[in-house]
């Protein structure tokens, strides 16, 4: 599954505000909110789009506590991240995790010193 850059910070926002209780609600303004407080200014509007496409990806579902909706992340970080790795393999190495980590390891290895 793609993410675009705006999609992961929204996640990684998501992942922020539930690591400590991962059953709080999480509304529009909450995303927006963390968003500013890593420096990521978006308008509320743009940020609803993104977390309605989401939704339609079906990395976010969405529900309604009287009236207003709230959004919970299907995944969490890791296993996004496992999902991102299985389609980088799929894409560019047929699947081949080692092809993958020896093209990483032979073409990144500036991005691997640290």
Do not use: P
């Not at 991962?22 to 927006?32: A, F, K, N, P, R």
């Not at 081949?96 to 640290?114: A, D, K, P, R, W």
């Amino acid at each position: 599954m793609v993410c675009g850059k705006l999609e992961i910070d929204i996640l990684n926002a998501f992942w922020n505000l539930t690591e400590i209780n991962e059953d709080v609600d999480i509304s529009i303004q909450d995303i927006v909110d963390e968003l500013a407080n890593s420096g990521i200014e978006r308008a509320y509007t743009t940020i609803k789009t993104v977390m309605d496409r989401l939704t339609a990806k079906s990395i976010l579902v969405r529900y309604k506590v009287g009236k207003k909706f709230f959004y919970k992340a299907v995944m969490d970080r890791r296993e996004m991240a496992m999902e991102s790795v299985k389609v980088l393999a799929d894409q560019f190495f047929n699947g081949s995790y080692t092809q993958m980590l020896h093209f990483i390891e032979n073409e990144c290895s500036e991005f691997l010193v640290g």
